[in-house]
């Protein structure tokens, strides 16, 4: 949950401030929710393929196969890129 919390408003606060630096506001649109939804693909992506590993408890875990993760990826980089434009 702190992963979410901290790295989340990181990678979302980074988004908004790249998107501000190009003269575009999309915090209060719906572009604002593409890029939070996409910042948590990015986390789910991440935890599930490198964090959940560093625990204690290693049986039964997998990572997600290469396919999901790329398209998990690609639909994340998509909904950025699309975010100003959405209204």
Same mark, same amino acid.
């Given at each position: 949950? +702190?992963? #979410? ?9 980074? +988004?908004? $401030? ?7 506001? =999309?915090?209060? !649109?719906?572009?604002? &929710?593409?890029?939070?939804? !996409?910042?948590?693909?990015? #986390?789910? =992506? $991440? ?10 408890? /290693? /049986?039964?875990? /997998?990572?997600?196969?290469? /396919?999901? !993760?790329?398209? #998990?990826?690609? &639909?994340?980089? #998509?909904? &950025? ?7």
């Amino acid at each position: 949950m +702190a992963i #979410l919390l901290v790295f989340g408003a990181i990678m979302s606060g980074a +988004a908004h $401030w790249v998107y501000s630096s190009f003269g575009v506001q =999309v915090n209060d !649109s719906n572009g604002g &929710l593409l890029i939070s939804i !996409s910042v948590l693909i990015l #986390l789910f =992506v $991440w935890y599930r393929n490198k964090l959940q590993f560093s625990g204690f408890v /290693k /049986k039964g875990q /997998k990572k997600l196969p290469k /396919k999901v !993760s790329t398209t #998990l990826v690609t &639909l994340s980089i #998509l909904m &950025l890129v699309t975010a100003p434009m959405v209204g």
